[in-house]
C-alpha cells in the first residue's frame, strides 16, 4: 500500500515537473484492458469516497446513493475514457500527431489517477465561492494535462496544439462568463451550484 501511495505521488510529481519525460514513454503493446480496468477501478474509488464524505457530513445514504458510487461513477468513468480517446484522436489528426487509438487511450489512462480527487474536490465545494474557485482549478488542470498528452504522447505539433488548447481554453473562458457555467456547475456539485442562484 506505501508502495503503490509513493509510485502515485511519483506520477502525479512527474507529470507536473517532467511531462515529456512521463507522457513520451507510453506506447501501444496491445493492452487495451488494462487502461478500461484503470478508468473502472479509480471510478470506483472516487464514487466511494464522494459517498464517505457526503455520510461524514451528515447525508442520508441511500441505496440509490450506493449504486450510484459502486456502478455509475465506474462505468461512467470508462465512458469518458473513450469519450476523451475519441477528442484526442480528433486534436492529433488536426494537429498532425499519432493517428493510433491506443495510444491515445493509454496516455489519458495514465492520468486517471486523478479522476477521484476531481470527484473528492467537487464533493467539498460547499457554496457558490467554493464551487467556482475548485472547478476553475481543476478545469485549468486538465487543460494542462490534455496539453501535455497531445505534445508528448500523440506527438502532435506544439504550435497546432497550443493553437488548439488556446480555443478549448476560449470555450472555457467563454462557459464561466455565461450563465452555461451553472449547466457545468450542477454537473460538479448540484448542492453548491444551488447557492449560485440564491
Known amino acids: 500500500m506505501k508502495k503503490k501511495t509513493r509510485n502515485t505521488f511519483r506520477h502525479f510529481r512527474n507529470m507536473i515537473v517532467n511531462p515529456r519525460r512521463y507522457f513520451t514513454k507510453i506506447v501501444a503493446d496491445g493492452n487495451m484492458e488494462e487502461s478500461m480496468?484503470?478508468?473502472?477501478?479509480?471510478?470506483?474509488?472516487?464514487?466511494?469516497?464522494?459517498?464517505?464524505?457526503?455520510?461524514?457530513?451528515?447525508?442520508?445514504?441511500?441505496?440509490?446513493?450506493?449504486?450510484?458510487?459502486?456502478v455509475i461513477v465506474p462505468v461512467l468513468a470508462v465512458a469518458l475514457l473513450f469519450v476523451f480517446g475519441g477528442l484526442m484522436m480528433l486534436v492529433s489528426e488536426i494537429t498532425g500527431g499519432e493517428r493510433d487509438w491506443e495510444i491515445a487511450i493509454k496516455g489519458l489512462a495514465s492520468i486517471f489517477f486523478i479522476y477521484p480527487v476531481i470527484l473528492v474536490l467537487n464533493a467539498l465545494a460547499f457554496n457558490c465561492t467554493s464551487m467556482w474557485i475548485i472547478s476553475m482549478i481543476v478545469d485549468i488542470y486538465v487543460l494542462f494535462l490534455f496539453y501535455n498528452i497531445s505534445l508528448y504522447c500523440m506527438r502532435g505539433k506544439r504550435g497546432n496544439v497550443m493553437i488548439v488548447i488556446g480555443i478549448l481554453a476560449l470555450f472555457m473562458v467563454t462557459v464561466y462568463a455565461t450563465d452555461y457555467r451553472i449547466g457545468w456547475f450542477m454537473l460538479k456539485n448540484t448542492g453548491a451550484t444551488l447557492a449560485c442562484l440564491l
Open 37 to 70: 480496468m484503470k478508468a473502472f477501478l479509480y471510478g470506483l474509488l472516487g464514487g466511494c469516497l464522494v459517498l464517505l464524505i457526503r455520510l461524514i457530513g451528515g447525508a442520508t445514504i441511500t441505496l440509490g446513493s450506493i449504486f450510484t458510487a459502486v
